[in-house]
């Protein structure tokens, strides 16, 4: 069983909501990355998902871009990445990590090649915005090969017929967009989410995670109480931001909402069933 | 012998070129251009539309001129111009903006989006959004916006909102990642006009079916004047749209040699250029695979160009594959060779070419002078210089 696979199985006999947060690897600085990563695990994720930076992030909002320009201006690259993973690893051997970018990064490399290092860095599984099922045979092959999992998006607007498809080629867990936007976009509407992932439950044997639009604390505990995962981005890479030149500042601003979301997300379960 | 009639794919493949690589929300209208497409394409009172549309508003067929002054200097190949210049809104960009903005129409979007470089492709979107009583956005790099200023009044003055993009290299291809979002926000009532043969499939196929009216007036209009087939074509390569409007028709004539010109900036040996089909190579970006300008990590690197229009790290996924079998050469021009091309042009013809087409003019005066005589030449002049006088002006020296 994959280590995505172990970690949801844990969190599903312990009632459970996997909390996700994503940051992107090198923000503001190389040097912060692999210490927040420890933090948030200490402050309640359950899974990591970390932004490769891309210089074109044409699905991200301002604040993934921003985060993006910080660590490209330290050429944070695909190798220096997987680098971070690996001494991630050096500590924690439980928590997932999952990569989240783009394709290009990945094709320069060839993807037998990145899935090879990736694996070997400690990697788990792999988000690539900009690749849908259609694009993905080689890709996922390559993935499958070095035993990562291949987690993939639906949205809104995705078609029945794609859903099915979506399920047959990922793994892992499905990363369900909960708006029409990008990253950091306007908040998401409980009801509206509700009832896709119903209609989407019926579909896909596989966790369902929702991401796009939680900004805070409840909207957490709602998303808890009817998803398996939830993925926080923009509102923490904003505290980032804020702190980008304090590391200290950092962790404890980042680790605080964290915690808070952990807190929340467990209410909802306790409380709700 | 290749059936050039038969690509892209049902996928949008143009061998390991095209595809769509896109993110999720975008799949399925992606999906619904396509079919909708489909249907239009066969659909006779659409194309009727589309033909009185490209007669009466645009002015075509575009004239096929003979450039007397130009031939006898250069002393070797006859060259034509294929006068895209000469169409409503100045460029060759509106045979696709009519065709987009019926497409809107009978899909039922109320909103028209589009990146823009030179602006050339701004003004055709906001000129169609007007006429259809669309609301129009367009985007464009913070860079562009002062370089190319008359363009963005125009746009404004069609009544588009002109969002300056100051994100990343502030040029064109920044223009478009903020278009992409801006599409994945308002897809329900939005149809995204891209202004190039690039982006994600069906767009590199529809901005080139719009555009081979070019490619098939030049056809129709040599036979008509010389009683043959010329003997090479010469285009500027941006996105390439200009390019395969007017190189499309030609695919099957094996003895019509083709030249796609890039933008060489500063040379292709200082690495500030913008040719990513001479120097660069195959990744993917903006939704499909294709030439790239990238680093060693894959980023998209930042290019130069003195025409706005050409300031593009990629290309479209068909002048990649022409490339790779052969069939269209591809080479670049600088900056100064392209003043060269403007200057000739407007001292010898009178006709003051948009610096993108000022690539082609300077390629095809290297060509025709290694030509014979009676060798033909088209040169495709894909949009006039008025857009471009503030940026000759700083360069000639005088005030403007």
């Not at chain 1, 921003?66 to 695909?78: F, G, K, P, Q």
């Not at chain 1, 805070?216 to 939830?230: E, N, Y």
């Not at chain 2, 809104?89 to 009978?106: D, E, M, S, Y």
């Not at chain 2, 996924?317 to 591809?330: M, S, T, V």
Request: hydrophobic residues 45%; charged residues 20%; negative net charge.
């Amino acid at each position: 069983m994959s280590r995505i696979a172990s970690r949801f199985a844990e969190l599903r006999a312990a009632n459970r909501a996997a909390l996700i947060p994503y940051i992107t690897a090198g923000d503001p600085n190389p040097g912060v990355t692999v210490g927040l990563m420890h933090h948030l695990v200490a402050q309640g994720a359950d899974l990591l998902e970390l932004g490769v930076p891309f210089s074109d992030p044409m699905a991200d909002g301002p604040v993934i871009q921003r985060a993006t320009e910080r660590a490209l201006a330290h050429h944070v690259s695909m190798h220096d990445v997987l680098r971070m993973v690996s001494e991630f690893r050096t500590m924690d051997a439980a928590t997932p990590v999952i990569l989240m970018g783009y394709l290009n990064p990945i094709e320069v490399l060839g993807y037998e090649a990145f899935a090879r290092e990736a694996a070997a860095a400690g990697v788990d599984g792999v988000l690539t915005v900009d690749m849908p099922p259609e694009e993905a045979t080689s890709y996922n092959d390559a993935l499958r090969a070095a035993g990562l999992d291949r987690i993939f998006l639906v949205s809104p607007t995705t078609p029945a017929r794609r859903v099915q498809s979506i399920a047959r080629q990922g793994s892992g867990f499905v990363y369900y967009v909960s708006l029409k936007g990008v990253t950091g976009s306007a908040s998401l509407d409980v009801a509206d989410v509700e009832h896709h992932l119903a209609a989407l439950r019926g579909q896909i044997d596989m966790p369902l995670g929702v991401g796009f639009g939680i900004r805070d604390a409840r909207t957490a505990g709602q998303m808890a109480a009817i998803a398996d995962a939830v993925v926080v981005g923009s509102v923490l890479v904003n505290l980032i931001e804020q702190h980008r030149d304090d590391a200290s500042a950092i962790r404890q601003a980042v680790g605080a909402l964290v915690a808070e979301m952990r807190a929340a997300m467990n209410n909802a379960r306790s409380s709700g069933e | 012998m290749i059936d050039y009639s038969k690509f892209p794919d049902e996928h949008g493949h143009f061998g390991p070129y095209g595809g769509i690589f896109a993110p999720e929300t975008l799949m399925a209208p992606l999906e619904e251009l396509a079919d909708a497409y489909a249907r239009m394409k066969n659909d006779p009172a659409f194309q009727a539309e589309l033909d009185a549309d490209l007669a009466d508003y645009v002015g075509r067929p575009s004239p096929l001129y003979l450039a007397r002054r130009m031939t006898d200097e250069l002393g070797g190949a006859k060259i034509y111009l294929k006068r895209e210049d000469l169409n409503h809104t100045g460029a060759h960009k509106v045979n696709n903006t009519i065709g987009q903005a019926l497409l809107a129409k009978r899909l039922g979007k109320t909103r028209i989006i589009a990146e823009t470089g030179a602006g050339q492709h701004g003004v055709a979107s906001a000129t169609v959004a007007a006429r259809l009583g669309l609301e129009c956005v367009v985007y464009m790099g913070a860079d562009d916006v002062v370089r190319q200023a008359p363009n963005v009044a125009r746009m404004k003055m069609l009544g588009a909102t002109v969002v300056p993009v100051t994100s990343g290299t502030r040029t064109l291809k920044d223009a478009l990642n903020e278009a992409m979002r801006d599409w994945v926000t308002h897809v329900d009532n939005t149809f995204y006009i891209i202004g190039t043969v690039a982006g994600p499939h069906p767009y590199p196929m529809l901005v080139r079916d719009f555009q081979s009216v070019i490619g098939r007036e030049a056809r129709q209009q040599c036979l008509a004047k010389e009683g043959r087939l010329p003997d090479a074509l010469v285009a500027c390569v941006g996105g390439g749209s200009n390019a395969i409007g007017l190189f499309h028709e030609f695919l099957g004539d094996e003895s019509v040699k083709m030249y796609g010109v890039e933008a060489g900036g500063d040379g292709i040996e200082t690495g500030r250029h913008a040719a990513p089909l001479c120097a660069g190579r195959p990744g993917v970006l903006h939704g499909n695979r294709t030439y790239l300008m990238e680093d060693e990590n894959g980023q998209i690197i930042g290019t130069h160009s003195i025409s706005a229009g050409l300031d593009y790290p990629g290309v479209g996924p068909e002048h990649a594959w022409l490339k790779d079998i052969g069939r269209a050469n591809y080479v670049a021009i600088t900056d100064d060779e392209a003043l060269d091309g403007f200057r000739m042009l407007t001292r010898r013809e009178g006709i003051i070419p948009a610096l993108e087409s000022s690539h082609a003019i300077a390629h095809a005066m290297k060509l025709a002078p290694t030509m014979s005589k009676d060798e033909i030449i088209i040169v495709n002049l894909s949009g006039r210089g008025d857009k471009d006088m503030n940026t000759i002006a700083k360069i000639e020296g005088f005030e403007f």
